[in-house]
């Protein structure tokens, strides 16, 4: 197993789904503690990719390849780095957590519903492991299929029109992306006369400016689609407002990520010269500041509860693709450590609203308030959320928008004033929100007698509130897996980007004076 063991994590969902098919459907209570039993597994096994990595190996780990589809090209190559490994552990934990918060909010064709989330626990594994171009279009196309089933049956009163919306728009932007990396595949059988999609064969195309920016562009609307950046996000709020709440959880908690991941993994190393083109980075730098900018007022101006959620995942992402293409490596290492931030607190808050909605049926804000004085314990967990979204220091959140906020004022001191605005703002709406649902006295009488968390809502809250508060204080670890894979990102980009650095930590030191020549003095005798 510890030969293959990506191999493992990759497929322990799928085989798991499949084992789960066999279960007579009016077996409801084996068929959910079946389904959690392979989520925790699907964690388990994952464990040991943290504990056998090495940090300091510049290339890829865990690498498996054998030829899958030799006439075009085509093989079966996975392997991870610090960024990749990161986000495979994000999945895992996630994916669990999502099977886990179903126990009781989702009753009917329990059977499908829970393979749906188990092949999407491959689908997105796959993309963050993936080393060839034709598998990872695979598994990225592969993931709109469980989602679309997710919130267009179990979803709520609009479902179909948001699972419609939600699959039109990302399966357009995927085939625009499929034309690029055609591009990729039919420069590397002109330049060197064989077709392939592994990645590191392709990092050795030479490609002209102009067709690296074609490229580019096709590649960023599969990308920013799947993040989403401004103005491609309207697909969003319906999708995370519609989806059922473990829907919403691990759409804002992985599958945005495919996007950012797309950006760092793809577009960077493999067009290098579009990717510090100044006009593409002034681009994707303005509507990453109007994503932050604008996902926070729109979030200020909500009355649904889990709305207001999901405008602010538009603004934290705003943040991930500001630090990306500040090209530098405060705002790569930020960008990513922000990613998983933006999973764990945007993922506790998604489980707030599902918590409450389960007890009242209401997203509206206007519904509740006072609620800490019935439920303490949720208004504590609440609190944390909100103040690590917000990135309280100390909480992970902060971590994260500082890195990104420092590499983004090293590139340009005014997209890192623009994002600090987004930070404020961020805050604003986020107290906002806890003041009229927590705080207050008790404005609805449906609400004087809640109860508050039970042992399964603590069993899926407590690794998320641990993680926020050890990436607050300890993120060390993450930082140490993350500099040689982002160093070798911006060497990529920016050749002379260290070099340029030690010139300039060279020039500010202070001289240091010359060794004064003490002339000996003869003894007197």
């Known amino acids: 197993m510890t030969e293959h063991i990506l191999s493992w994590v990759l497929f322990t969902p799928v085989i798991g789904m499949l084992l789960l098919l066999l279960i007579p459907s009016e077996k409801k209570n084996l068929i959910r503690w079946w389904a959690n039993i392979v989520g925790v597994v699907g964690f388990l096994i994952s464990i040991p990719l943290v504990t056998n990595f090495d940090k300091n190996a510049a290339s890829f780990q865990y690498v ?28 895992t934990m996630m994916t669990s957590i999502s099977i ?6 989702i009753q009917d064709r329990l059977k499908e519903y829970y393979a749906m989330f ?28 469980p989602m679309y089933f997710i919130i267009g049956i179990w979803g709520g009163e609009r479902k179909l029109y948001a699972a419609i919306k939600f699959f039109l728009y990302t399966a357009l932007a995927s085939v625009l992306m499929l034309l690029g990396i055609l591009v990729l595949y039919f420069q590397y059988h002109q330049q060197y006369g064989v077709y392939t999609f592994e990645f590191s064969k392709l990092m050795s195309l030479n ?30 709020p319906d999708a995370h407002t519609e989806a059922p709440t473990a829907g919403s959880v691990i759409l804002a908690g992985v599958l945005l990520k ?45 009355k649904d509860w889990k709305k207001l959620v999901a405008y602010s995942s538009v603004s934290h992402l705003g943040f991930c693709t500001l630090g990306i293409f500040a090209l530098n490596p405060n705002g790569l290492t930020g960008s990513v450590i922000q990613q998983i931030n933006h999973g ?73 004033g623009f994002a600090v605005t987004g930070i404020v703002l961020g805050a ?93 003095v003869p003894a007197s005798h």
Request: aromatic share 14%; with cysteine.
């Open 64 to 91: 498996e390849k054998f030829d899958w589809i030799p006439s075009i090209g085509a093989t079966y190559s996975i392997g991870i780095d610090g960024i990749s490994l990161l986000l495979i552990m994000l999945t």
């Open 100 to 105: 886990l918060c179903s126990w009781s909010s």
């Open 118 to 145: 188990l092949l999407l626990g491959t689908a997105m594994l796959g993309v963050f492991m993936s080393l060839d171009f034709f598998l990872f279009y695979v598994f990225w196309e592969l993931v709109l299929i």
């Open 207 to 236: 490609m002209a400016l102009d067709m690296q920016r074609w490229v580019f562009w096709s590649l960023f609307l599969g990308f920013a689609v799947k993040v989403p950046m401004f103005p491609f996000h309207t697909w969003l």
């Open 258 to 302: 495919m996007g950012t991941y797309g950006f760092i993994r793809f577009s960077l190393p493999l067009l290098p010269k579009a990717s510090i083109d100044p006009t593409i980075v002034r681009v994707l730098a303005v509507l990453s500041i109007i994503g932050i900018i604008y996902g926070a007022l729109v979030s200020l101006m909500q």
């Open 344 to 416: 764990i607190s945007t993922g506790m808050l998604f489980l707030i609203v599902g918590v409450v909605y389960e007890r009242r049926h209401t997203r509206l804000i206007s519904e509740y308030g006072g609620l800490a004085h019935v439920m303490p314990k949720f208004a504590t967990v609440f609190a944390i959320a909100m103040l690590s979204s917000a990135g309280l220091p100390m909480l992970n959140g902060f971590i994260g928008e500082f890195t990104i906020v420092a590499g983004a004022f090293e590139a340009n001191r005014a997209w890192a």
């Open 428 to 520: 604003a709406y986020l107290l906002w929100l806890f003041q009229r649902t927590m705080l207050g006295k008790i404005t609805n009488e449906k609400n004087a007698n809640l109860p508050d968390l039970n042992w399964r809502e603590w069993a899926y809250f407590t690794p998320l509130i641990v993680l926020a508060f050890w990436i607050g204080l300890y993120p060390k670890p993450l930082f140490e897996i993350l500099e040689k894979p982002v160093a070798n990102i911006v060497m990529r980009v920016r050749p002379d980007y260290y070099q340029n650095q030690n010139r300039i930590r060279e020039a500010a030191a202070p001289a240091v004076p010359a060794p004064v020549a003490v002339i000996p």
